[in-house]
């Protein structure tokens, strides 16, 4: 047992683990080398290229840079290309960016009337070529005057009164609250608000208006598909529209087939109902029997808010991608809204979404304006024509029983109500007031109050801070030639004054010159088209039908200061327009009331 000793076993444990360093040494000799005999040698020589070819595009980066420049500056050539495209840039943002600065523009219009009055030209100037206009006239014929044939005859011979009063100083009435009885037949009110805030129109066949609707849609399709969504409202008075929509719904799909058109409709009915609104937005389709269920299944009553259905049904409206998208809005009431929307806020967000709205409506400026600023059209929903032939007898009978009292009863201060209705359709938008006064010996005496009225009228439309201007047509007839003289707006008050106070002719004959003078007048396009005809003389009903039209397809709302007969009550009936009856007025068997 004692073979092995102490210093053998520490010799055979030294040589073990000699032996294992160099078997270690060994191990890792091998591993190596089979390590790099199985590596490839064209990875390596990949890593090697490019790791060689980055040294090189990092120096070209630096040296290069100032060769080139160099030689772009001795070359003229390159340096006006250079030039001419930086031009080009700098143009293109500008050009994109103007028209978003354009509806800022039109607030300038809400300037107070009195600026422009105090820049107008020199009040003698106008008034003394009127004046040996007129002097001219008496000798003969002048050459800036119209004539024309007498349009029926006259009604007799009228007194004449004394002019040259002078004027009082009559204070603003604007939003002076004026005492009305409404249950007094005298009342003049009662003959401009027949027919409510909203004008009675002549009847159009639905079959018309839906094909001319549906024509206008097509023209704007480009050969693409249509996106055309009803918005009816709802409220009381509109059974009968929305019969009529249904009924002739077929009219308007006759006419896409025809195009070939890839069409589907929508719809969006609308009232208010304990002052909250009840809107109900149907998604689009193209099942004409079902979508017309839906237009006949809507009952009417309550009140509406049309400005709130368009922004609801932009929000829900699921319109197809590349669909041109349409609205039309069918209504008889001014465009309102419970949460204070105003018309502009409802044309930017259509204007956003690219939507047409069409309107089938009353002719209001609200109703107009919505359908010019997003390219769509305005038509005038069409009355029943029974309800036509009623109001027909209703004004007759009122013209037979009452008018003689209104005539007797008429007084100056009446006429308020006129400046006053004016500024109701304003809504912030140009104004041009047109004038046709009477130049005819029976309303000399009538000259100093019908200038205090106009002096009351402007003060309400200075503090309203509305932009407005007037024009003056004073017309008059001589012997059988009829006369008229056009004034262009702007006049001011003074220059107004010199003109009505020009002096009278034997008798007069409005229908004529409400045809000249709006042929030959001069009036801002973006301005809503006020008329106030002031005569003391009846109108022949045989030659107003026409007349009447001509002021509907100008948009015009008529308001008259005048007497008793279907022309001047009818006229403001379906303009929206209010008739006051002018102190001592004539009638037709030419007696003073």
Request: glycine residues 6%; aromatic residues 6%.
């Amino acid at each position: 047992m004692n073979i092995f000793t102490k210093k053998t076993v520490k010799s055979i444990t030294g040589n073990a683990l000699l032996l294992s360093m160099i078997l270690h040494v060994i191990l890792l000799i091998a591993l190596f080398y089979f390590t790099v005999r199985n590596e490839n040698p064209y990875a390596v020589q990949d890593k090697l290229d490019a790791t060689i070819t980055t040294i090189p595009k990092e120096i070209k980066t630096k040296l290069p840079i100032k060769t080139p420049l160099r030689q772009l500056y001795k070359t003229t050539s390159h340096e006006t290309a250079t030039v001419k495209e930086i031009k080009v840039k700098s143009i293109t943002p500008e050009v994109t960016f103007q028209p978003q600065l354009s509806p800022t523009e039109p607030t300038m219009a809400e300037q107070p009337r009195l600026k422009s009055t105090e820049i107008t030209p020199d009040v003698n100037v106008d008034v003394s070529t009127a004046l040996r206009e007129l002097r001219e006239v008496e000798e003969g014929l002048s050459k800036t005057e119209a004539t024309g044939p007498t349009l029926g005859g006259a009604f007799g011979t009228k007194k004449s009164g004394t002019p040259g009063i002078q004027r009082k100083n009559i204070p603003s009435t604007l939003d002076i609250p004026t005492n009305i009885d409404g249950d007094d037949i005298d009342s003049p009110t009662k003959i401009g608000d027949l027919g409510g805030d909203t004008p009675k129109l002549p009847y159009i066949p639905f079959e018309n208006v839906m094909k001319s609707l549906a024509e206008e849609i097509v023209d704007t399709s480009e050969g693409g598909p249509i996106d055309v969504v009803f918005l009816v409202d709802a409220s009381g008075s509109m059974g009968d529209n929305i019969k009529g929509v249904a009924e002739h719904l077929v009219d308007m799909i006759d006419v896409y087939e025809s195009s070939e058109i890839d069409y589907e409709l929508g719809l969006t009915e609308f009232a208010t109902r304990q002052r909250k609104n009840v809107i109900k937005v149907h998604q689009l389709t193209d099942k004409l029997k079902d979508y017309k269920q839906n237009l006949l299944s809507i009952v009417p009553r309550g009140d509406e808010r049309a400005l709130d259905a368009i922004a609801q049904t932009v929000q829900e409206l699921k319109f197809r991608a590349t669909s041109k998208k349409h609205f039309i809005i069918v209504t008889d009431e001014p465009l309102e809204s419970l949460k204070n929307r105003k018309i502009e806020d409802a044309i930017a967000l259509c204007r956003e979404f690219g939507i047409y709205v069409n309107v089938l409506g009353i002719p209001n400026k609200g109703h107009q304006l919505i359908a010019q600023e997003t390219d769509g059209k305005w038509h005038a929903i069409p009355q029943n024509p029974k309800q036509q032939k009623l109001s027909s007898r209703q004004q007759r009978t009122l013209t037979a029983m009452q008018g003689a009292r209104l005539l007797r009863n008429a007084k100056w201060q009446d006429a308020h109500q006129i400046g006053r209705q004016l500024l109701k359709y304003t809504q912030n938008a140009p104004v041009d007031v047109l004038l046709f006064i009477d130049g005819s010996k029976s309303m000399e005496e009538k000259v100093p109050d019908i200038l205090d009225q106009l002096d009351i009228w402007m003060r309400d439309w200075d503090n309203a801070l509305i932009d407005y201007q007037i024009g003056v047509v004073r017309f008059r007839k001589s012997v059988n030639l009829n006369r008229v003289n056009v004034f262009n707006p702007p006049q001011t008050l003074q220059q107004i004054r010199k003109i009505v106070e020009l002096p009278c002719q034997e008798d007069e004959s409005l229908l004529f010159a409400i045809s000249d003078g709006l042929r030959r007048i001069k009036l801002r396009l973006n301005a809503q088209l006020h008329v106030i005809l002031i005569t003391d003389e009846p109108i022949s009903e045989k030659a107003s039908a026409g007349t009447i039209q001509l002021l509907r397809e100008k948009h015009a709302v008529v308001s008259v200061l005048g007497t008793i007969d279907d022309f001047q009550q009818k006229v403001t009936i379906e303009t929206g327009g209010v008739w006051v009856p002018i102190p001592k007025g004539h009638t037709k068997n030419n007696t003073y009331w």
